[in-house]
């Protein structure tokens, strides 16, 4: 029996990791551990929330204390930590809650494992089979130029946002422990993901929802950023391959190969919605809205995930199309959803992100 702490199981990617690991390893006890701030839902784990291996426990990273207790009353064996702030346009507004929650959320996290399992009370195993796995993005490794390169384990770090310079942090503090306390650690650093539950201040939600509702599609700049897009199930496998397969100590990149064009995958959106609706092919494209560019706008992010195919076999299960067809699919057909999450606080916020 292994007990397995998930940080930000209630998230986007991590509510599908959660998923995975409950029901593929019902020998282990999964703890999921969030905020639910405003991007975290329990209605995101409907399916498995009363899986005898589930338990939840609403509680905030930066409380050591309380990932202390959560330790020893869990008897906790590995941890995969992507509870986070994410939203690289709100890390703007808000580069506090970004360090807090991203930085020092981690470094307790951190300091609670190596607390737990190397010092203290009697009979301890120490390290042995323990493992921290840190969730991380492509986004710290900074931004590429149109010229085909590609980001790889060894690219140095640059990251621009609030955002990404709280999460190369974070990595750093990873590296840290490994280090200096000889704390077993992995590390991933994925591209973008697309697919279901994920909150609709991201491009591809937001944009399915709008173009249902027929309001304005809000693109940065002229549309030319670049991002690589992989489907979240895909990157769910590709956490339990590493978690359970990778290398100690080891960082893995994770991508789809799959770049895209703003405005172009944009345009697929549209078609895509337009047809699934029944709406005339172009009925949308008048939403297209451009509006000032995001400040310190990454040009293109491209992930090199050469090193998990070859040491550890992992392959992506869909191609993009099939991904998108799907994924439109489930916006549409679950707008309570979409209604729920975008209640209380999220009008004020999106008038002041578009309007403002
Ligand atoms: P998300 O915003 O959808 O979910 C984050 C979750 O963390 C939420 O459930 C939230 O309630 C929880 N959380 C936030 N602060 C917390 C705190 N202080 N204590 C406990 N829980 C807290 O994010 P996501 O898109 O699912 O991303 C998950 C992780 O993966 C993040 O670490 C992110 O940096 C990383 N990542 C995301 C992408 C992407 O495309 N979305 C790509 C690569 C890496
Ligand atoms: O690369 C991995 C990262 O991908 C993750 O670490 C982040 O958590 C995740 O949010 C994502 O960051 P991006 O900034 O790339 O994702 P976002 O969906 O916000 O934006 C995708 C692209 O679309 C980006 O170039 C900005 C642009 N965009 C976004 C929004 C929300 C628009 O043009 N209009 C919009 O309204």
Not at 150 to 156: R, S
Not at 289 to 306: C, E, K, M, N, P
Not at 342 to 347: A, E, I, V, W
Request: glycine letters at 8%; charged letters at 25%; a negative charge.
């Amino acid at each position: 029996m292994k007990n397995i702490l998930i940080t930000g199981g209630a998230g986007f990617i991590g509510s599908h990791l959660v998923r995975l690991m409950v029901n593929k390893y019902p020998d282990y006890n999964i703890i999921n551990l969030d905020l639910l701030t405003y991007a975290g839902n329990l209605a995101n784990l409907k399916d498995i929330e009363k899986r005898p291996n589930y338990t939840f426990v609403k509680g905030d990273i930066c409380d050591l204390e309380l990932m202390q207790a959560l330790f020893a009353k869990y008897q906790i064996d590995g941890v995969i930590h992507l509870a986070a702030e994410s939203h690289v346009d709100r890390s703007i507004k808000d580069p506090f809650a970004f360090a807090r929650a991203n930085v020092m959320g981690t470094l307790s996290l951190l300091q609670a494992a190596r607390l737990y399992w190397s010092e203290g009370e009697k009979g301890k195993a120490g390290f042995a089979g323990k493992l921290f796995y840190h969730v991380s993005t492509d986004e710290v490794y900074g931004s590429l130029e149109n010229d085909g390169t590609f980001f790889t384990e060894d690219t140095k770090y640059d990251p621009h946002s609030p955002y990404s310079a709280s999460k190369a942090s974070s990595d750093h503090f990873v590296r840290a422990y490994h280090d200096t306390y000889g704390m077993p650690v992995k590390i991933s650093n994925c591209s973008n993901n697309y697919g279901s539950f994920q909150f609709p201040e991201k491009l591809i939600p937001l944009f399915i929802n709008n173009i249902r509702h027929n309001k304005p599609l809000p693109v940065y700049g002229k549309g030319e950023n670049v991002r690589d897009w992989l489907y979240v199930e895909d990157h769910a496998s590709a956490i339990d391959l590493i978690f359970h397969k990778g290398k100690t100590g080891d960082t893995y990149n994770i991508g789809g190969f799959n770049e895209w064009k703003n405005i172009d995958l944009i345009k697929v959106l549209i078609k895509t919605v337009d047809k699934q609706l029944g709406r005339p092919e172009g009925t949308s494209v008048k939403l297209i809205t451009y509006v000032t560019d995001r400040a310190g706008h990454d040009l293109r992010y491209a992930i090199d995930s050469g090193k998990l195919h070859r040491e550890l076999g992992w392959e992506p299960s869909l191609q993009f199309e099939e991904g998108i067809e799907k994924t439109v699919r489930w916006y549409l057909e679950n707008q309570e959803w979409l209604d729920n999450v975008t209640s209380g606080d999220y009008q004020k916020y999106y008038d002041a992100m578009y309007k403002g």
